[in-house]
T-cell receptor, first 114, second 114 residues
Framework: AQTVTQSQPEMSVQEAETVTLSCTYDTSESNYYLFWYKQPPSRQMILVIRQEAYKQQNATENRFSVNFQKAAKSFSLKISDSQLGDTAMYFCAFSGEYGNKLVFGAGTILRVKS | DAGVTQSPTHLIKTRGQQVTLRCSPKSGHDTVSWYQQALGQGPQFIFQYYEEEERQRGNFPDRFSGHQFPNYSSELNVNALLLGDSALYLC?????????????FGPGTRLLVL
């Protein structure tokens, strides 16, 4: 069974600075998909970024980028120029090559301070 | 373009009762997944519906059942409610194009079992 581990329960960062959230996963599958979702205090889960394991190039979406290390089974999220609106719970999630159910980590609470 | 909608927003039930939660997928989506999110934890996959059939199921007891209608909307039913069923129930929709399709989440239904 796949597992996803987020080792940082809480993080804080000053506005305009950069922060990196960590995620590791375990799987025996060779092709899979990784996601970062954001859940603000209003609770609606929003997709931040998606990575396909067979693509070596790291995904990027504006201020959000990932560092995908397949051999190490690591998938960290970097947020540049942090904004107050980035304050949220961030979940790392895994989806295998069969079906598309998501396996989530426990989440990291990110607080952006002014 | 309407996103994923869920009803009701909040619900209070007592132990032993039965509850039905409803979900309408994002326009154009044909697959619906349900997740249970306990307070302070990551979502746990309950099951997924496609073409009115349960396609995948997580590690949840038979008290949890579902249904998908021809218009792709879905219901989650929980019988014989336990205190431990108190959680945020999230619905997510996607396209059935294959593995790794992005899932889009609704705002959730907060269920409290007393």
């Amino acid at each position: 069974a796949q597992t996803v581990t987020q080792s940082q329960p809480e993080m804080s960062v000053q506005e305009a600075e950069t922060v990196t959230l960590s995620c590791t996963y375990d799987t025996s599958e060779s092709n899979y998909y990784l996601f970062w979702y954001k859940q603000p205090p209003s609770r609606q889960m929003i997709l931040v970024i998606r990575q396909e394991a067979y693509k070596q190039q790291n995904a990027t979406e504006n201020r959000f980028s990932v560092n995908f290390q397949k051999a190490a089974k690591s998938f960290s999220l970097k947020i540049s120029d942090s904004q107050l609106g980035d304050t949220a719970m961030y979940f790392c999630a895994f989806s295998g090559e069969y079906g598309n159910k998501l396996v989530f980590g426990a989440g990291t609470i990110l607080r952006v301070k002014s | 373009d309407a996103g994923v909608t869920q009803s009701p927003t909040h619900l209070i039930k007592t132990r032993g009762q039965q509850v039905t939660l409803r979900c309408s997928p994002k326009s154009g989506h044909d697959t619906v997944s349900w997740y249970q999110q306990a307070l302070g934890q990551g979502p746990q996959f309950i099951f997924q519906y496609y073409e009115e059939e349960e396609r995948q199921r997580g590690n949840f007891p038979d008290r949890f059942s579902g249904h998908q209608f021809p218009n792709y909307s879905s219901e989650l039913n929980v019988n014989a409610l336990l205190l431990g069923d108190s959680a945020l129930y999230l619905c997510a929709s996607s396209l059935a194009r294959g593995a790794g399709e992005t899932q889009y989440f609704g705002p959730g239904t907060r269920l409290l079992v007393l």
